[in-house]
T-cell receptor, first 115, second 115 residues
Framework: ETGVTQSPTHLIKTRGQQVTLRCSSQ?????VSWYQQALGQGPQFIFQ???????GRGNFPPRFSGLQFPNYSSELNVNALELDDSALYLC??????????????FGNGTRLTVT | AQTVTQSQPEMSVQEAETVTLSCTYD???????LFWYKQPPSRQMILVIR??????QNATENRFSVNFQKAAKSFSLKISDSQLGDAAMYFC????????????FGEGTQLTVNP
């Protein structure tokens, strides 16, 4: 069983640029969610995708957007990068749209640094 | 809105001893899950243990057990016979019946295990 994989592992961008982070969900999982984890803090929910549609969003501005593909892999896009966007971005996959008892499986994250 | 609070930023324990990490939460939902995740330096979130609110019996996974006090909205993690490999950041997390795959995390507790 293949786990959740994220790429790249590290990324350095300049303020104002755009970035795309990628996630391959675990085999058999059709729901992907993204989290932002600032240094020394707990992860914050960004949004969730199910069947290629966003169906849940946290308190993040519209410049944070995403995609989910037919194979359930996903992208997180961030436009107009700000210094405060520097964080670890975690992807998690699970089975089912609203099965809150379905365990989440996390990837190793992408460390984004904005200078 | 649901909140999760971990009041111990750091804890330490001697190898082979027992340590308890604290967590409190607030919610108005009637059914939910509570989780403890471990995040080692590898950055991956690893599920340690989970508890469903409707189950009165406290969850146990080998050396890990919880003390779930629903009325007090308290959910502590006990690690018995601590091992060097237990050293990590530990996060308490909440997922409710209306949450989908959204997890609400606490701020985390950094656990050090001394040889």
């Amino acid at each position: 069983e293949t786990g959740v994989t994220q790429s790249p592992t590290h990324l350095i961008k300049t303020r104002g640029q755009q970035v795309t982070l990628r996630c391959s969900s675990q085999s058999g999982h059709n729901t992907v969610s993204w989290y932002q984890q600032a240094l020394g803090q707990g992860p914050q929910f960004i949004f969730q995708y199910y069947r290629e549609e966003e169906n849940g969003r946290g308190n993040f501005p519209p410049r944070f957007s995403g995609l989910q593909f037919p194979n359930y892999s996903s992208e997180l896009n961030v436009n107009a990068l700000e210094l405060d966007d520097s964080a670890l971005y975690l992807c998690a996959s699970s089975r089912g749209q609203s099965s809150y008892n379905s365990p989440l499986h996390f990837g190793n994250g992408t460390r984004l640094t904005v200078t | 809105a649901q909140t999760v609070t971990q009041s111990q930023p750091e804890m330490s324990v001697q190898e082979a001893e027992t340590v308890t990490l604290s967590c409190t939460y607030d919610t108005s939902e009637s059914d939910y899950y509570l989780f403890w995740y471990k995040q080692p330096p590898s950055r991956q979130m690893i599920l340690v243990i989970r508890q469903e609110a409707y189950k009165q019996q406290n969850a146990t996974e080998n050396r890990f057990s919880v003390n779930f006090q629903k009325a007090a909205k308290s959910f502590s993690l006990k690690i018995s016979d601590s091992q060097l490999g237990d050293a990590a950041m530990y996060f308490c997390a909440y997922r409710g019946e209306t949450s989908g795959s959204r997890l609400t995390f606490g701020e985390g507790t950094q656990l050090t295990v001394n040889p």
